[in-house]
């Protein structure tokens, strides 16, 4: 008796194969026929159920960027606490990052590529909007309570917070050779996230809050004294 095909299975195993096709040799790089074997299918039924390379290719990146957006939407935040809430947010947009290297590839390799696929992603458009929605109700309670700065832009804020991980991890190889260290080191990784954490918050906490300006408070206090 035949084996009966389950569509829905064959489609993840395409999916998950053609991630870390996608993953390892980028768009132009990557091959059907490798994709088709390491899922155990065949080229045919690539194109039956996903029409082309192309299309192929935007559902990884449409996957990608909707398990971060699940994952960001699960976070449990209190927006009433902001500097808690936001010190939380950091540590896992950085920890993400680090767990999930087929996200930061699979978007140096879009780059490279100047975004001309994700720019005909509706999907992806929309998925911006929760970390966002997130980062702002935190920002606003923050400016609130006015431990945070009142003209945060919220893009800009989380440009830096995105740029400091994503930076760092896209370039972690030659930027270990060039400074003679292997940043991977998981003390290295936790140094970095102790960075990361320093510079946002110095951005955007108001100036009576942040550590700089304690300190100096407090040594002008003493010399008062």
Request: charged letters at 25%; one cysteine or more.
């Amino acid at each position: 008796m035949p084996a009966v095909r389950d569509p829905v299975q064959t489609q993840r195993r395409i999916l998950r194969a053609a991630r870390n096709e996608f993953m390892r040799h980028g768009y132009s790089g990557a091959r059907i026929e490798r994709i088709s074997r390491a899922a155990r299918s065949s080229d045919r039924m690539i194109y039956y159920y996903f029409a082309s390379k192309e299309a192929l290719y935007l559902q990884v990146l449409e996957g990608v960027y909707s398990e971060l957006g699940e994952a960001e939407s699960a976070l449990v935040l209190d927006p009433k606490r902001p500097l808690e809430a936001l010190d939380a947010l950091i540590a896992f947009t950085w920890r993400y990052y680090v767990e999930h290297p087929e996200f930061v590839a699979l978007l140096s390799n879009e780059n490279l590529q100047r975004g001309r696929h994700i720019t005909k992603s509706v999907t992806v458009a929309q998925l911006s909007r929760p970390v966002l929605a997130i980062l702002g109700t935190i920002l606003a309670e923050g400016a609130r309570q006015k431990v945070f700065r009142r003209d945060l832009d919220v893009k800009k804020v989380y440009l830096t917070l995105a740029a400091l991980g994503y930076f760092y991890l896209s370039n972690r190889y030659t930027l270990s050779s060039f400074l003679g260290t292997d940043l991977m080191r998981p003390s290295e990784c936790d140094a970095w996230l102790a960075e990361i954490r320093r510079v946002v918050m110095a951005a955007v906490c108001a100036p009576a809050r942040t550590p700089e300006a304690k300190q100096l408070k407090a040594v002008n206090g003493g010399l008062r004294g």
